[in-house]
């Protein structure tokens, strides 16, 4: 099992930056990649970016050139810097980990961006 948590969502006005961080335990071992994806109201769930366990990266054509994806090995946690927000990134972001085929899902943090 592998467990997800979630952190660094908020309200924030457009153009301004957040910081997700998604801590991951449990059995981590040969998680091959994880990502971020959000879900809107009355929209379904997309990806918005992932990183593989080599360091590839893959991202959402909505959030290129202002989001950017990173993990810390050490520290079992992966990261979505989001710069240049706009009110349609308005979502809950779920972090996301596969492994062996199997998805492992976070709770979810909400990101409201509104003047």
């Known amino acids: 099992q592998v467990q997800l948590v979630e952190s660094g969502g908020g309200l924030v006005q457009p153009g301004g930056s957040l910081r997700l961080s998604c801590a991951a335990s449990g059995s981590i071992f040969s998680i091959n990649a994880m990502g971020w994806y959000r879900q809107a109201p009355g929209k379904q769930r997309e990806l918005v970016a992932a990183?593989?366990?080599?360091?590839?990266?893959n991202y959402a054509d909505s959030v290129k050139g202002r989001f950017t994806i990173s993990r810390d090995n050490a520290k079992n946690t992966v990261y979505l810097q989001m710069n240049s927000l706009k009110p349609e990134d308005t979502a809950v972001y779920y972090c996301?980990?596969?492994?062996?085929?199997?998805?492992?899902w976070g709770k979810g943090t909400l990101v409201t961006v509104s003047s």
């Open positions: 990183i593989t366990s080599g360091g590839s990266t």
């Open positions: 996301n980990a596969d492994k062996g085929g199997m998805d492992y």
